[in-house]
């Protein structure tokens, strides 16, 4: 198989298994988070300003008081690499492209320049977070081949793609091609990793907000 067929395959049936599995994962995934239900709970609600689950949503996707300080490279390092991640994953204009192809939708992208400056951010506060967390002994302790798993599977997408988009190191139809597969084996693990979180984190927040709500508890 030479570049332009491998090229091929990761853009045909690749693709095809990768997003069918993909959909079928978070599907899956979804209908047995909320397949679970809940018995109702029958005490009396209780009133306390800001306990809800909006607010709940607010309070926990900024970060506690104090915490900036005492973890900088945790909390300024996420939030960098969280947002450069959705610049570059939904903002480049050849992603765009793809997924009008896929599914018909589109919208405005943002300057190839813009979105190289994106990556390079977002690479280099990967690896901050990944150093730091190797360096800090409890965070390495707690962590485990999974964290690490989840760390690869989303750094090499966005390396790759920058390596393509800079004709760097292999010629570009292979690079190209790594990139596709990289971003298919992401779309094929995301659904049974921890990147699972991406479909979850503001639904539970909203829940557990919504739960303790009912209590007059704020969280």
Known sequence: MNDMQFLTWVRGTGLDIAVSIFVLGVLWRLFEIYSLGRKPDLAAPRSTPGASGWNTVFRRSVPPPGM?????VSYIGGY???IGLAIVVFLFAPHILLVENLTGLSWPGLPSQFVD???VVTMAAMVVVLFDRI??????YLSTFGDWFTWTLTFLPVLTGWMA?????LPYTTMLALHILSVELLLIFLPFTKLFHAFTVFGSRW??????GHKGVVV
């Open 117 to 119: 400056l994106a990556a």
């Open 68 to 72: 900036v300080k005492r973890s900088p």
């Open 207 to 212: 829940y557990i907000g919504k739960i303790n």
């Open 80 to 82: 960098v690499f969280h």
């Open 135 to 140: 360096n800090k002994p409890v965070k390495r």
């Open 165 to 169: 988009v800079q004709h760097l190191v």
